[in-house]
Structure formats: structure tokens, C-alpha cells
């Protein structure tokens, strides 16, 4: 698989320059970055640094360095280079880059993909919903980011697996048997509850919760009534078995309509239940776990991360002690070396003191191998969309608005469209997905439909509108073709006579972002930030759509240059399809 990036290129012949001139033990790390348009594709400041450690002139250095490096036989068909201000500054040739143009239509769908993962295991958790609640907003953008990132590491050549660590265990369960009960007790019918049964025992929680506020005792009796439940009492433990198995039905419609990829474990808290005991006891004899005022905790307070408390005074255990045993689980038995938990940021607190008590109790040999990529909260503008006591805004009301919303901008737009349904429900989740993506993960974003649905400026839908515009321009130079017969399928224009001397500077500039892609995406699997793909896709949209209003394509007299700029959009549109796909984004032909 191709890890031919022009910056792999380029850090391949400058390492080979920097080593014949015995200049590598100078530098600890090559540093080449993108710069502002004018100074080439690339730029490195490795010369500014050999420079002031060789204490010679930076200028000087760095042409040495290029002349170097124009002695290696393939640097002439990949680059020219210039000497700014003691920075080397690396344009990619035309014919380097029409090759990548090439390679586009050669790979088709798995342009951007790569072996850099190095098969290395990781298994990203997300979408962990609550049993017997509805999901909100907060695990729209867990499961949007986590589906993201398990799209980006199985393209970079990592073995990803997904896992939902559904919240099954806990107290909660101890108040929601309780309140079960007692509504039964009062006459009221099993019936009701399956008819709808998410948001029926989810009143019944709220309810009993509101009863405990006012009668604290009450709580006592929900404690009973979990107990029991891990005693394995059988009524309780039937009635937790329902109510687990309608949540997770409940929970895969939620996924098949988000449309994000199957997962691959549903452990759930309660999968972890026999695994606290031995931990628990290790732990103590470790000496990390002490008593204090009735509990069981951990002192975390030379970290500065105050107590983790891993058993409460009722004797039950905690979330937190379930996430300990989580990671040893997935370090010991699932062999797994990294692990990331795409969870909000409300929660930074809890993950570290969970990453911190397994890195003393030696559970995770590597620090590094666990990672809290947290996210901020979405909110909606008040009055935007209806919500259930003002509170929480369920993923349903959402789904159902965008859709509607979608529908009746296809009417507006393109009324005569066949599939209008199906191809608005894909612009309603492309506009939700995109909106969430396209964020800086760590910010705090508002929700608007406007925005979101908006087929101009930094959109899900205006990636959708661009790329089905071209399939349009496509599909009518197609036609042409066919009925006057001048060309069918044609051959890549340069084997045809087509030189690079012939690539005007338009189609350069679309030809230069076309070739950033695979970086860009092998970033992604490195910081989690799927809002550089987003932007990344925003601008070759951007970038398509000038060189469109400006160059004539299918008009174009000249057939070769007609053939070649053809190429050129077919390889746009692969581009923005990859990237589409990546971010779990329909991309429709037309729309
Ligand atoms: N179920 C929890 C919630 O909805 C999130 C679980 C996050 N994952 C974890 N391993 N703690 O808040």
C-alpha cells in the first residue's frame, strides 16, 4: 500500500542528505510542516538548527543541504528547492504530483489508506449508553467521534476493535428494581412498561428519584433491592436481564440509524462484576487500597487527584473500580496495547485517578497506552428543538427533526430527484455528523439547523452537494461522449501525449491538495482530531468549486486537456468520497 506522501519523500531524501553529510547526530528529529502557500509544498527548518549548533551561517547550511540532496537521482523528478531565510522550502514537481494523480484513480477507495498503524491492536470504546435511559446529545458525540476514529486507525493499518462498556451496574439498578416493584405493587401492568419500555422505566427511575430527595430512607431500599441483585437473587436478576436486553435492543436501532459501523464487544459494566473481588484484594495487599470513614479508597492525593473511592461504606463497588478492571481485562486477556475512551470531558477527573491506580497497581505497563479523548458539550439554542423537561435532548427528537428538515430543503431544491427520501435522510445525518466532526473535539459547540443544514460554507451537506456535482458533470460529459462518439473510455492524458509542461497553475492547485489527503488522515490517527479531515475536505471542496467557475471542463475544446481535467474531478470526487467515508458520511451521486 502506497506510503508514497510527498513528505515521506521528502523527509527520505533529506534524512539521506543529512546522513552523507554526517550532519544526523545533530538532530534529534526531522521537523517538516506544511507552510503558507508561497513557500512550496514543504519546508523544513532542519538547517536553521544544524546552523546554530555547527555554529555556521544558516544560509550556507541550508544550501549545502540542497545541493546534497539535488545529487540523489529521484530528487529531480520530486522536488525543487528553495532557500528562504535559512529554512529549505520543497516544491513537489508537476510530474510528481500528476503521478499522484494517477494513483487516486488507481487505488479508487483506498487512496489515504496505509500500513502505518503496523497492525498494532486498539480497541476504542464509545456510544456507552446507560441501560433503561434514552441516549442524549453527549452520546451522539461519542458515538460520531469513536465510529471516526475506528473508521481513520483501520484505514492506517491498525487492528481497531470497538467496545460500547454499556453502563449496566451500579446502585442505579438497586433504585430502578425498587421502583419497578413498587409500581407493580400499585396495580400497574407489565404491558405498559414493554409497550415502551425505555421511556417507561426511565420515568420510573426519575420518579423514584424524586421520592428519595424528599425521603432520603427511601434510598435505602433501592440499595436493598441492588444487593440482592448481586447476590443473585432470581427475581432481580431476570427483571436486570430485561432490562438490559430492551436497552440494547433499544441501542442497535440507534446505531443502524446513525449508521455507524457494527460493534465489535458490548461488555458492559456488569461484565466486570467478577472481576473487581481479586483486584480489590490485590490492591489492599499492594497497600494502595485503605479504609477510611467506612469506605474503600485510594489516596491519590500526591497526585493532587484526591480519593478514588473503589468500595462505598453499603460495601458496593464503584464505576470506577469496574474501569480498573476494565483495563486490566483488556491488557491481559484481550492482549490489547492501546485503548482510547472517547467519553465527554466532565469525566477527565475520573480517568485519571482509573489510569493512575493501574499504572501503581501495574496493570498498564505503558502509561501511554491509555487515552481519555474527551470532548465538550453539545448544546442546542434554547427553543430550537423540543426537549423533555427542558433538560436532556434525546437523540430521537434530533434524528427525526434533522430529517424532516432535509426533506424539505431536496423538495426545495431538486424536486424532481428520484430517491428524495433516502438521499435526504443521508444529508440529515451528514449535516448532525458533519456539524459535530468539524468542531474541535475539546470545544464547547451550539447546535443550529441552520448551520448544520446549510449547503454553503463548512458543511456536511456542502460536501454531499459538491461531490454529487460532480458525478453531475460527469455524467453529462458521459453522455456527450457517447453520443458523439469522439472519445469513450480514455487513456490517463499524459500516456497519450500529455506532458506535465501542459499543467496550468489551476489545475496545480487542485492537484497540490489533492496529494495532502493520506497526511492528513494518518494525522487523525494521531491526535484524535477529526476536524483537520473536516477542514482539509472543506478546502478541496473549495478549491474545486473556484477552479470550476474559472476553467471550462466538459466545454473544454482541447480533448486532452478536456480528458485531463475530467481526471482531475473524478480523482476531487474519490477524494472527498474517502474522506466522507472516513467521517461515516454518506456520499450520494446525486442530490
Ligand atoms: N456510561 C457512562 C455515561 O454515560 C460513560 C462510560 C464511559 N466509559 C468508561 N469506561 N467509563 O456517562
Not at 151 to 179: E, N, P, Y
Request: aromatic content about 8%; proline content about 4%; overall charge negative.
Amino acid at each position: 500500500m502506497q506510503n508514497e506522501t510527498g513528505k515521506n519523500w521528502i523527509s527520505h531524501l533529506l534524512a539521506s542528505a543529512l546522513s552523507d553529510l554526517k550532519l544526523t547526530s545533530y538532530l534529534d528529529s526531522l521537523d517538516i510542516k506544511v507552510p503558507d502557500l508561497n513557500f512550496g509544498d514543504y519546508s523544513t527548518n532542519a538547517a536553521l538548527i544544524l546552523a546554530k549548533k555547527l555554529k555556521e551561517n544558516p544560509k550556507e547550511a541550508a544550501n549545502k543541504i540542497i545541493e546534497k540532496i539535488q545529487e540523489n537521482a529521484v530528487a529531480k523528478d520530486l522536488v525543487t528547492m528553495q532557500e528562504a531565510g535559512g529554512f529549505i522550502n520543497f516544491t513537489l514537481t508537476p510530474q510528481f504530483l500528476l503521478n499522484n494523480l494517477n494513483r487516486i484513480l488507481d487505488q479508487g477507495d483506498l487512496y489515504g489508506c496505509s500500513v502505518n498503524g503496523g497492525g498494532k491492536t486498539v480497541i476504542i470504546e464509545y456510544f456507552q449508553n446507560n441501560v433503561a435511559k434514552p441516549p442524549h446529545v453527549g452520546h451522539l458525540r461519542s458515538a460520531v467521534i469513536g465510529d471516526c476514529l475506528l473508521r481513520v486507525f483501520r484505514s492506517q493499518g491498525f487492528k481497531a476493535v470497538s467496545d460500547t462498556h454499556i453502563g449496566d451496574w451500579g446502585t442505579q439498578f438497586g433504585i430502578l428494581l425498587f421502583a419497578y416493584k413498587e409500581f407493580i405493587k400499585a396495580g400497574g401492568e407489565k404491558k405498559l412498561i414493554e409497550a415502551d419500555p425505555i421511556d417507561e422505566l426511565n420515568k420510573l427511575y426519575v420518579g423514584m428519584s424524586a421520592k428519595i430527595e424528599a425521603d432520603p430512607a427511601l434510598r435505602d431500599l433501592g440499595k436493598e433491592e441492588f444487593a440482592k441483585l448481586e447476590q443473585g437473587n432470581t427475581e432481580n436478576r431476570e427483571l436486570w436481564q430485561w432490562f438490559v436486553r430492551v436497552s440494547l435492543e433499544d441501542f442497535e436501532n440507534y446505531r443502524k440509524i446513525l449508521e455507524v459501523l457494527p460493534f465489535d464487544h458490548n461488555l458492559g459494566e456488569s461484565f466486570y462484576e467478577d472481576k473487581m473481588p481479586p483486584i480489590l484484594a490485590e490492591l489492599k495487599q499492594k497497600g494502595l487500597l485503605v479504609e477510611s470513614q467506612g469506605a474503600q479508597v485510594v489516596n491519590l492525593e500526591p497526585q493532587k487527584m484526591g480519593f478514588a473511592v473503589l468500595v462505598k461504606s453499603d460495601g458496593a463497588t464503584t464505576y470506577l473500580t469496574r474501569d480498573v478492571a476494565t483495563i486490566k481485562y483488556r491488557i491481559e486477556d484481550m492482549k490489547l496495547e492501546k485503548m482510547l475512551y472517547v467519553v465527554d470531558n466532565r469525566q477527565a477527573h475520573h480517568f485519571n485517578q482509573v489510569f493512575e491506580i493501574s499504572k501503581q497497581a501495574n496493570y498498564l505497563p505503558d502509561p501511554k497506552a491509555v487515552e481519555h479523548v474527551d470532548f465538550g458539550f453539545m448544546s442546542l439554542p434554547e427553543g430550537a428543538i423540543s426537549t423533555r423537561k427542558g433538560t436532556t435532548i434525546s437523540l430521537r427528537n434530533l434524528i427525526d427533526e434533522a430529517r424532516l428538515r432535509a426533506l424539505q430543503i431536496i423538495e426545495e431544491k431538486n424536486p424532481a430527484l428520484e430517491n428524495k427520501k433516502s438521499v435526504s435522510e443521508q444529508v440529515a445525518l451528514a449535516a448532525i455528523k458533519y456539524f459535530d466532526l468539524s468542531h474541535n473535539r475539546k470545544t464547547e459547540i451550539v447546535f443550529t439547523w441552520d448551520k448544520a443544514l446549510s449547503f454553503e460554507g463548512n458543511t456536511g451537506p456542502y460536501l454531499q452537494y459538491t461531490h454529487a456535482r460532480i458525478h453531475g458533470i460527469l455524467r453529462k460529459s458521459q453522455t456527450n461522449a457517447d453520443s458523439t462518439q469522439t472519445h469513450a473510455d480514455t487513456e490517463i492524458p499524459r500516456q497519450s501525449g500529455f506532458s506535465s509542461a501542459s499543467v496550468g497553475d489551476r489545475e496545480l492547485t487542485v492537484l497540490r491538495k489533492l496529494i495532502q489527503y493520506p497526511e492528513i488522515v494518518a494525522q487523525v490517527a494521531k491526535d484524535y482530531l477529526p476536524n483537520n479531515l473536516c477542514n482539509y475536505l472543506f478546502e478541496l471542496s473549495q478549491t474545486f468549486n473556484s477552479f470550476y467557475q474559472e476553467v471550462p471542463v466538459s466545454q473544454e475544446q482541447n480533448l486532452m486537456i478536456r480528458d485531463f481535467r475530467l481526471k482531475l474531478i473524478t480523482a476531487t470526487a474519490q477524494v472527498i468520497r474517502n474522506g466522507l467515508y472516513l467521517l461515516g458520511i454518506e456520499a450520494p451521486e446525486e442530490m
